[in-house]
C-alpha cells in the first residue's frame, strides 16, 4: 500500500518508522531538509522537500493519486485539512488530519469534513487523555486497555514477591478454566511468549487477558489489594491534555491542577468544573508547592508538562513523597526506557497512540482497536472473524498460528471469554490477537 505523510516532526517520525517496518511504500514530505534526511538515514522511503505553500507539484511528484492513505500531521491543524481535502481531491483513497483543537472533535464538525474529503480527523490530546483516564480507574496496573465495550480487559503491569502465581509454570496457574490468560513477559531486554513450562519472576513486566468482572480477583492474585483507590488527583502542567483529563474524571474523583502561566489557569477556570477541580498558579515541580497542597493525601500523581525529563523527575518525586500511581507524559521515544526503569506507574506517548490509531486504517480487514505495546514492542488488534474464514475453519490449537502470535481472548454475542488451545472460534467472534515481531496484517487472512 501506498502511504503519503506530510510533517516530519516527532509523530511524522514515528509514523515513517512504524510504516516503513511493516513494508509499507511511503513518501514523506516537508519543508525542512535535515528533518527529512534523519528520517530517510533510519527508514526505508521517499523524501520530498516542499514548501506547504506550493503542495500541488510536490503531491504530484509523492504520487497522491496512487495514495491509499494520506497523513497531514504537521503543528498546523488548518494546513493538515486543507492538504487532507486538497489530497482527496487528487484522487488519495482515505485522508487522515491531525488537529490540536477540541471543536474539530464535535460530530457535525466531523461529518462535515467527511463530505470536504477528510476520513478521519485525530486529536492526539483526546487520546492521551482516554489512557490517562483509564490509568487513574484502574490504578494498580500501568496499562489497561478495554476491548469490545469492557467485555475484555488487557492488563499490564510489574509484578513482584506479592504476586500468589510467581515461580510457578504456567501449566499449573493458567490452566483452561483459569479467569485470566498471560499474553507476553518483558523480562530484562526479552520479550516471552509464554509457553506451559514458563514461569513469572520478581520484577517481570506481563500483559494479562481477563474479563472486567474479574479484576478485582486478580488485583488480589497480583498482590495489589492494598493499592489505594484513587479519589485526589495531583496534575502538573495545565495544556490541553489535562483539560480533557479533569472534564472526563470518573464520579468521586477530586484535582488539583499546577500550572505557572496565569492566563492559562485563568483558561482552564473558564472551562472547568471547579467544584470537583482546583487550579494552582504554581510550579508543580517544587517539592514546597506539593507538601503545601497536601500531596500526601493524594493517590495519583499525573505530569503533562512538555518536558520528558521533568516529567519523569516529578514523578520520581512524587513516589519519594508516598503518592502510589504516578503517570508520564513522554513524547521523545528515547525517554520510554528511562521512565520504565524509573518505575513511572504509566507512561503515555502520544506518538505511540496516534500511529496505533492511524495503522488500523491500512488493514483491509475488520479490525479495530489497534494498539502498540512500547514495553514488548509489540502490537494487540480486536479482529472480526468472517464467515468461511480460516480462523474459524479448525480449534485454535490446530491453526498453525506463527509462535509470536497470541490469541488473548474473543467476544461472543456480547460476553467476553478466554481462548485456548481447544477453543473453536466462530463466525462473528471479535478475537484479540497479540503480535509480536510480526505484522500484524499478516494475521488478516486468517480473518477474511
Partial sequence: MKVIIVGADAIGAHLAELFSKIKQSIVIIDEDESKLERISSQCDLLTIKSSSN??????????????????????????????????????????????????????????????AGVTSIIYPDDLAARDIIAGLDVSWVSQCWDVH???????????????????????????????????AIKRGGTTIIPTGNDMLLDKDYVYFMTTRDFIPAMKSIVGKEDHPEVKHVIIVGGGKTAARVVNRLPH????KIFETSTARCEEL??????????????????????????????????ALTGNAEANILACMTAQELGVSKTIAMIENMDYMNIAGNADIGTVINKQALTASYIYQLLLNGDVRNIRNLLVVNADVAEFH????????????????????????????????????????IMPGDNVVVFCQDTNISQIEKYFI
Avoid: W
Avoid at 468521586?252 to 484535582?255: D, P, S
Avoid at 482546583?278 to 495519583?300: H, P, T
Avoid at 506463527?402 to 456480547?414: A, D, K
Fill in 149 to 183: 465495550g469492557g467485555a475484555l480487559t488487557m492488563l499490564g503491569l510489574k509484578v513482584d514477591d506479592g504476586c500468589e502465581i510467581l515461580n510457578r509454570p504456567f501449566k499449573e496457574v493458567c490452566g483452561p478454566d483459569a479467569p485470566y490468560h498471560v499474553l
Fill in 54 to 115: 506550493t503542495p500541488i507539484q510536490s503531491f504530484r511528484d509523492a504520487g497522491v493519486k496512487n495514495a491509499d492513505l494520506f497523513i497531514s500531521v504537521t503543528k498546523d491543524e488548518n494546513l493538515n485539512l486543507s492538504l487532507c481535502v486538497l489530497a482527496k481531491s487528487m484522487g488519495a483513497k482515505q485522508t487522515v488530519a491531525r488537529v490540536e483543537n477540541d471543536e474539530f472533535t464535535d460530530a457535525f464538525i466531523i461529518e462535515a469534513f467527511k463530505r
Fill in 252 to 255: 468521586g474523583m477530586k484535582a
Fill in 269 to 302: 477556570n473558564a472551562i472547568i468544573d471547579t467544584s470537583r477541580v482546583m487550579v494552582i498558579n504554581a510550579d508543580g515541580r517544587s517539592v514546597a508547592n506539593l507538601l503545601e497542597e497536601n500531596i500526601k493525601k493524594a493517590q495519583a500523581f499525573v
Fill in 385 to 424: 472473524a468472517h464467515e468461511g474464514s480460516r480462523i474459524t475453519s479448525k480449534r485454535v490449537r490446530e491453526l498453525a498460528l506463527p509462535s509470536t502470535v497470541e490469541l488473548g481472548g474473543l467476544v461472543r454475542n456480547g460476553k467476553g471469554m478466554l481462548v485456548s488451545g481447544n477453543t473453536q
